[in-house]
């Protein structure tokens, strides 16, 4: 279960927020009517285990698949563009939103619950990724027990995923160091025309090469836009997540040797990708929409897989 849009409620739980969220607008009310009506479905499952008796071996997880819907588009220079929309969600202070991968739309908080858990609550803070689930609930499952062998995987290729159940369970220190974000071949499609993007995260480093978004701004707690300084976004963007989780500091030219270093990591992934189903043609100019592209086009250090070698001999990165 989840809140998605269209954003619609019964008005029994609309109601009760009519009045003091006065300065949100209808989706927005309608947003949290769908909160509180998820949350009491919750609460009868909750119920139902407890009646039931298996409440007392039983571990709830909560997790998002992406952050909040801010609406906004963007064009190559940062303006708002005409379709522009005002959306209910909010990822307050962070940066961006769904669909960029700038943190506000990478970034997603999720909680474990479970009377197994001993110690209290307490918060995690290390780096996991949506593909940790898999392995996590394989510890889950086989947690104090000896597999045995009939039950083995057999022949199993290399997972991506790590297990963050030590982690989650006894507060150990997590596993996982680093993962690829994404690699976009075609720009974005909901808003309009953008160069691809492809990210990466390697403990407190976040490179970011093609843009990243849009959306790519600052949002309010209602989600309202924040005026920022950000125009065009530079190619090359590196930030140091845990000093600066907004991303508001691009450090790639005072760091190139980091820059060079995750940009290799991401070809590693890029190496071995799998052609998509969906997009058997790879197009890397989505803004031609299908006509023939002039030789200055044709040139743009953009579409050459190769541009951080030009671009870090000239050690222009903006």
């Not at 969220?21 to 139902?48: F, V």
């Not at 803004?287 to 671009?311: H, I, K, Q």
């Amino acid at each position: 279960m989840g809140v998605h849009s269209p954003y619609q409620a019964p008005k029994y739980y609309v109601d009760k927020y009519t009045g003091h969220m006065w300065g949100a607008n209808k989706d927005r009310k309608n947003y949290a009517a769908m909160m509180s009506s998820m949350d009491e479905g919750i609460g009868n499952i909750t119920k139902t285990l407890i009646s039931e008796g298996i409440y007392n071996n039983t571990i709830i997880v909560f997790a998002s698949d992406n952050g909040a819907n801010v609406g906004y588009c963007s064009d190559a220079d940062g303006n708002l563009t005409p379709t522009a929309s005002v959306e209910p969600g909010s990822n307050y202070p962070l940066r961006g939103g769904k669909r960029s991968i700038f943190e506000g739309g990478i970034k997603s908080v999720s909680f474990v619950h479970s009377p197994l858990l001993r110690g209290g609550g307490r918060v995690m803070k290390d780096l996991v990724h949506v593909v940790d689930w898999f392995s996590t609930f394989e510890d889950i499952i086989s947690d104090g027990f000896t597999v045995p062998r009939k039950y083995r995987f057999k022949d199993r290729n290399p997972l991506d995923s790590i297990s963050a159940w030590r982690a989650i369970k006894k507060g150990a220190n997590g596993k996982r160091k680093k993962f690829l974000i994404n690699i976009d071949t075609r720009g974005s499609i909901k808003c309009g025309p953008t160069m691809p993007f492809k990210g990466f995260r390697k403990n407190q480093w976040k490179l970011i090469v093609g843009g990243g978004g849009p959306p790519s701004g600052w949002y309010s707690p209602y989600g309202a836009p924040i005026s920022s300084p950000v125009h065009k976004l530079p190619y090359l963007q590196l930030f140091n997540i845990l000093l600066d989780p907004s991303e508001t500091f691009n450090l790639a030219n005072a760091y190139p040797e980091i820059v060079l270093e995750l940009i290799r990591e991401i070809n590693v992934y890029g190496d071995s990708m799998v052609p998509s189903m969906r997009r058997k043609k790879i197009d890397i100019t989505p803004w031609l929409n299908g006509r023939v592209p002039t030789p200055l086009e044709l040139s743009d250090p953009r579409n050459n897989e190769t541009l951080f070698e030009a671009y870090h001999s000239n050690n222009n990165f903006n």
